[in-house]
C-alpha cells in the first residue's frame, strides 16, 4: 500500500498527487490519499479520487496563512504549523499509516509528513523540491538573488557561494518541527534541507536539463555530509505536471476564440494583490487577460477585455494564448515547455528563478524619429523541449495596429544620466543583457548613444577626465536610467537602471556631423516595472 499526503493548500501540490495517483492505479498499484484539507482538496472529488481528511479540517483562510509562512515567503523563525497542530498532524497521519498498512509514504509538501513517517516507521518519499536538491547547490547552481536586502551589498560570487552553501547548514524553520519530534521521541530535522528532502527525493527534471547527469544524482548520498538525515537518496523521476480534468467554462472559451493577443495570468500560489499587478499591467499593455483567479476573490477585473475564471486546465489553455505569467513553479514551466507556450516569470523563491532562467532579454533600438513599435526579445532556458503534436487549429489573429497594439513606440524614451545633458539624445543602440545559467552571471553590453553635438558639452567633459586624464575609479562612474514611455509620453510604462557606467569612445557620427556617438560600458542593469 502506497499513501499519499496531499498538501491541497497549493494547487501544484494537489495536481501532483492526482497526477501520482492516476499513474499508480493505472499499473494496479494500491493506493490510500489523504490531506489536511485546504482550497484545492476539491480537486480531489473532481478528480474521482477517494481521500481522508485526517487533523484539524484546513480552512481556505489557514491554507492561504501556511502558504504565506512557507520557506521562500515567511519569516524563517516560524514553522508554518503551530506546536499544536503539528502534534496533532503528526498523530492522527501517523494512526491513519498505521491503519491503512502503509509500506512508503509520497508528499508533495505536506511536511509533517517528515514526522508522521518517522513515528509510523516508514520511507517517506518527497516530489515538491523540483530542482532544489543538492547536487544543483553543491554545484553553486542557485541564484544569486539575496532573500535579505542587506546581503545585495556583498559582491555578486560571495553572494552566490553563500546561498548555495545556506540548505544544509541553516535551520530555518525546524524549530517546532524539532519541538515537537522531542516530545514525540524521534528522530529531529537538522536543517532547512532536511525539511524538503524525503528519504527518497524524486527529482522532478530529466538530466539534460538541470545540468546534472544521471550518474551523479543517483549516486548522491547523505554519508559524510552535514545537515542531512542518514540514508537521504536522489532519483529523476522525468516531469510532473498537471493534467487537470475539467473542462474549459464557456466563458473562458467564447474569450479565447475572439481576435487579437491573450495574456495568461494563472499566478495561483501567491497574494490576490499580486495578481491584480500583473493582471493590470498586462491590461495597460493593449492585451486582452486570462485571469486563472483559483481562490483569489478578484472578480471585479472582469472585463470587456479581461476574463477571470477559476481553477483552469493549463494544458489546455497555454496552447491558445500568446503569453503565460507564472510564478515559475516547476509545473508551470514544464506545462509550457510542453504547449509551446512563451512564458514570463515572476518567480517568488530561488526554486522557482532556478526553473526559469533568463538567458537574455534585447531591448530594440530607440530612436527619437521613428515612428515604429518597439519590441523586446526575451529569450529563456528552457526547463525541457520536446516534440509535441501541434493544435489541430490555432486562435484568430487579430490585426496588429502600431502605437495601439505596442506597449510603447521606439520613439518613447527618456535618458537620464547623473551629470549629463541628455536632453538631445537622439537614439541608443539595440542592447542585448545575456544570463550564462550555469554561473548565474549576467552580461552587460556596452551602450552606443547618438546625441546632438551641440548638447554635448557635458559628455566632453567626462570624457576628457575619464579617458584621457584617466580619472576613471569607481567614484568616477556614473549611474543612470532609461524610461520607456507611453504613446503621450507621460506615464513610464518600465525603467532599466544602470550602474556603473564609464565612457571610453566619444566622436563624431561617421554619417552625421551634427551628431556625436558615445559608448559606455555598463556594470549593472535592472528593469523596474511600476505597480499597477
Known amino acids: ?30 493506493v490510500k490519499v489523504a490531506t489536511h ?30 502558504v504565506a509562512d512557507a520557506p521562500g515567503l515567511g519569516h524563517v523563525r516560524q514553522s508554518m504549523y503551530s506546536d499544536t497542530e503539528l502534534r496533532s498532524y503528526v498523530l492522527a497521519e501517523a494512526a491513519w499509516l498505521a491503519r491503512i498498512g502503509a509500506r512508503v509514504a509520497v508528499t508533495g509538501f505536506l511536511l509533517t509528513a517528515q514526522l508522521s513517517t518517522r513515528r509510523a516507521g516508514i520511507p517517506l518519499v518527497t516530489t515538491h523540491t523540483g530542482s532544489w536538491v543538492p547536487p544543483v547547490w553543491e554545484r553553486n547552481l ?61 527529482v522532478t527534471e530529466v538530466p539534460e536539463v538541470l545540468g546534472v547527469p544521471e550518474e551523479a544524482m543517483e549516486q548522491w548520498r547523505a554519508r559524510g555530509r552535514r545537515g542531512y538525515r542518514p540514508g537521504t537518496r536522489l532519483a529523476y523521476a522525468g516531469p510532473l505536471y498537471a493534467r487537470l480534468d475539467v473542462p474549459v467554462p464557456p466563458h473562458v472559451e467564447e474569450f479565447l476564440d475572439r481576435p487579437g493577443p491573450i495574456v495568461y495570468v494563472a499566478l495561483t500560489s501567491s497574494s490576490p ?75 517568488l523563491q530561488p526554486e522557482q528563478t532556478l526553473n526559469a532562467v533568463l538567458v537574455e532579454t534585447t531591448v530594440p533600438m530607440l530612436d527619437g524619429a521613428s515612428k515604429h513599435p518597439a519590441d523586446f526579445t526575451v529569450l529563456l532556458a528552457p526547463e525541457r523541449t520536446r516534440d509535441v503534436t501541434p493544435p489541430t487549429t490555432l486562435p484568430p489573429a487579430g490585426p496588429s495596429t502600431p502605437g495601439k ?16 545633458d541628455c536632453t538631445r539624445v537622439a537614439k541608443i543602440d539595440s542592447f542585448t543583457v545575456k544570463h550564462n545559467p550555469a554561473t548565474g552571471v549576467a552580461e552587460f553590453p556596452n551602450l552606443r548613444i547618438e546625441l546632438s553635438a551641440v548638447s554635448a558639452g557635458t559628455w566632453r567633459t567626462w570624457f576628457q577626465g575619464f579617458v584621457i586624464d584617466g580619472h576613471s575609479s ?42 556625436v556617438v558615445a559608448e559606455l560600458y555598463c556594470e549593472r542593469m535592472e528593469l523596474a516595472i511600476p505597480p499597477g
Open 142 to 202: 542557485l541564484p544569486s538573488d539575496p532573500p535579505w536586502p542587506a546581503l545585495r551589498l556583498l559582491p555578486e560570487p560571495v553572494r552566490r557561494r553563500l546561498i548555495n552553501a545556506a540548505p544544509p547548514r541553516v535551520r530555518f524553520h525546524t524549530a517546532g518541527f524539532n519541538r515537537v519530534a522531542r516530545a514525540l521521541g524521534v528522530e529531529p530535522v537538522p536543517s532547512l534541507a532536511a525539511l524538503v528532502l524525503g528519504d527518497l527525493t524524486l
Open 474 to 515: 569607481a567614484t568616477d562612474e556614473k549611474s543612470g536610467s532609461l524610461s520607456l514611455l507611453n504613446a503621450n509620453l507621460t506615464t513610464v510604462l518600465a525603467t532599466i537602471n544602470f550602474s556603473n557606467l564609464g565612457i571610453f569612445r566619444l566622436e563624431n557620427a561617421p554619417a552625421d556631423p551634427s551628431r
Open 37 to 66: 484539507g485546504g482550497a484545492h482538496q476539491n480537486q480531489l472529488t473532481a478528480a474521482g479520487i477517494p481521500y481522508e481528511v485526517l487533523g484539524p479540517p484546513m480552512s481556505d483562510g489557514r491554507g492561504a496563512r501556511f
Open 405 to 420: 497594439d505596442a506597449p510603447f513606440l521606439s520613439a518613447n524614451f527618456r535618458l537620464d544620466i547623473v551629470g549629463l
Open 273 to 347: 494583490t499580486l495578481v491584480r499587478r500583473i493582471a493590470d499591467a498586462a491590461a495597460a499593455a493593449s492585451a486582452r487577460v486570462l485571469v486563472a483567479g483559483t481562490v483569489h476573490a478578484v472578480e471585479d477585473l472582469h472585463s470587456g477585455r479581461t476574463c477571470v475564471a477559476g481553477v483552469l486546465p493549463s494544458h489546455l489553455v497555454m496552447p491558445r494564448v500568446d503569453l503565460a505569467i507564472t510564478t515559475a513553479g516547476q509545473g508551470s514551466v514544464q506545462t509550457a515547455m510542453a504547449t509551446g507556450t512563451p512564458l514570463l516569470a515572476v518567480p
Open 1 to 30: 500500500m502506497i499513501a499519499l499526503l496531499a498538501q491541497c493548500a497549493y494547487l501544484s501540490e494537489t495536481s501532483r498527487m492526482i497526477e501520482l495517483h492516476r499513474a499508480l492505479t493505472a499499473r494496479g498499484v494500491a
